[in-house]
Each structure stands twice: as structure tokens, then as C-alpha cells.
């Protein structure tokens, strides 16, 4: 074994303690005393409408939350389902309110932050989980469709990490950052190339806000969901079965995105029947999972459980990739 006489350090050193022959080891165990908590446990969630967002909103607000909930004006269909979900919180005694805007405008999610502090006064969690996904081969993907899903994927968590930073910042307290990546921001798969890249975009952006605003109390993580079942997987099932139909046909590409062409293929059953492919070949747990398997890690980086955690992205997916 070396010892410390063999590595030839001059003795004066090794006979004074570390931190005075090293101050920069002072100033690296220095205790920071944490940041104060906001004064009520209060949360963001974007993308709240439905699937995943939806579920966490019901995590939350049981968990003792007071939530502002969010998702695009679009449709009355998403309208509807955004002021039901509200009604059915407050019906059970939970404090929710809606609040519609884009998230890939600054100034939609600065409105969407000062409606939530004109309710609750302050901010303690944004939960940044409003995305969409396409499938189609990378070979017929255009620039148009690569910068529309960086958009929103990318620039929309930005915009929300920011706005909620800066009012931590601005509050004096801690505060929690969560972003939704995915098992496909951890390892490539096929036929969802831009929705890869901007979820791989996804974890180094929620690293970056962790390195940078750690001394100040602020704490970013993500959650990497696997195969769950929510009408995201509606659009990947019929633009794999679009490609497929293609490809057998003889075609090039295989058209355009998912739902938004209409014919043949498609529908419930070709959810259903990617969901078990994608299940039988990459899950270990040999199940697809629900927006509920989720909620609980979201729920537990909410939490104060998880001060000391930061910079991570933790995966929910039945076991797809190991870390």
C-alpha cells in the first residue's frame, strides 16, 4: 500500500491540518444554511389537461398542494377538460384553478405566473410536463417539425424553469424545478428521432438550471416515464402502423405525423397494439404502466424529502434502461 511518505509530500504538509494547507477545502465544506420554504405549498403544472399532467395534479393537490393548473386554449375539448378537472380538485376539498396559455411565448407564461400569485401570493414547485411527440422516420422529418417539437418540448420548459426561478429568487425561498424527459431522453429509439433529441434536451437543460442555481436553494430535476398509457401513445401507435402500411405498400416515408392524417390504420387497437410490442420487446416488468406510476416520483421530488436532490433524471419505466 502508498503511503503518504512514498507520494514524497514535504512534511511541513503533512503535518498541518488540510484546510489551512488547502483553503480552497475551507471554502468547499463551508455549511450553507438552506434557504427558507415558501409560505404555502403551492405548484405550476403545465400540460395538466390530461394523461400524465392530469394524474400528477391529483398527486399533488392530495398531497397538499394548492395548484394552478395549465394547458393550451385549442379546442372547447381541452377548455372542458381543464375546468372539469379544477371542479372535480375543489369538489374534493382541493384548492385549483385554471389557467390557459402557450407555454412557448415568455410573456403567455409570465401571465400564466402571475395569475398563480395573484391566487396563492407565492410559488414553491413548477412542474413543467406539457410536451407532444410524433412518430415518423428521421429520413422524412423537415426542419418545420424538427424546430415545432424543440419548441415546445425544449423552449417550453425553459420558459417555465426560468419564470419560476426568477420568483424564487425574487421570494428569497426555496424552490423546485421539475421538467418531463423521457426513457427516449435517456437512450435513442427509432421512428421518434426529434422527440429523442428534445427529450435528451430535456436532462441537460434541467443539469444546467441545477449547477446554476443550486446556491440559491433551487433544486431541478426530471422524470423519464416509460410505456404509459395516455393518448400520446394514440399518435405514436398510428404513425408506426402508417410507416409499416407504407413501407409493405412500396411507399417512401410513410407519410406524415400520427393522428394527423386520417385513413385506415390508426385508432384504439393500434394503440394497443404498440403498447404490446413495445412492452414484450424492452420492458423487463413486461407491463405498460399508467400516468399514476409516474405521479409517485413526481410527488417525491416535490416533497422536502428530496432537498438534497438535484440535477437528476430518474426513470419510471418498468425497467427499459438501468442506470
Known sequence: M?????????????????????????????????????????????????????????????????????????????????????????????SAHPFHADITSPDSVSALLSSHLSVYGSLSTMVANAGIVAAQPLLTVTTNDFLHMLNINVIGVFNCYRAAAEQFIKQGTSGKLIGASSVAGLRGIPMLGPYTTSKFAVRGLTQAFAAELAGEGITANAYAPGVVETGMWDTIGEGLERVEKARAEGLEGGGKRGVEEEGAVGGEGAKARVIKRFTDAMVPLKRSSTPEDVTGLVGFLASEGADYITGQTYAVDGGIYFT
Open 2 to 94: 502508498t503511503t503518504l511518505r512514498q507520494l514524497h509530500l514535504p512534511l511541513r504538509l503533512l503535518s498541518k491540518p488540510l484546510s489551512t494547507t488547502y483553503p480552497r477545502w475551507r471554502f468547499l465544506s463551508t455549511h450553507q444554511p438552506p434557504k427558507p420554504q415558501p409560505p404555502i405549498k403551492s405548484a405550476i403544472i403545465t400540460g395538466a389537461a390530461r394523461g400524465i399532467g392530469r394524474a400528477i395534479a391529483h398527486r399533488l393537490a392530495a398531497d397538499g398542494y394548492a395548484l394552478t393548473l395549465n394547458d393550451l386554449p385549442s379546442s372547447s375539448q381541452t377548455d372542458d377538460a381543464l375546468t372539469t378537472l379544477c371542479h372535480d380538485l375543489r369538489t374534493l376539498g382541493h
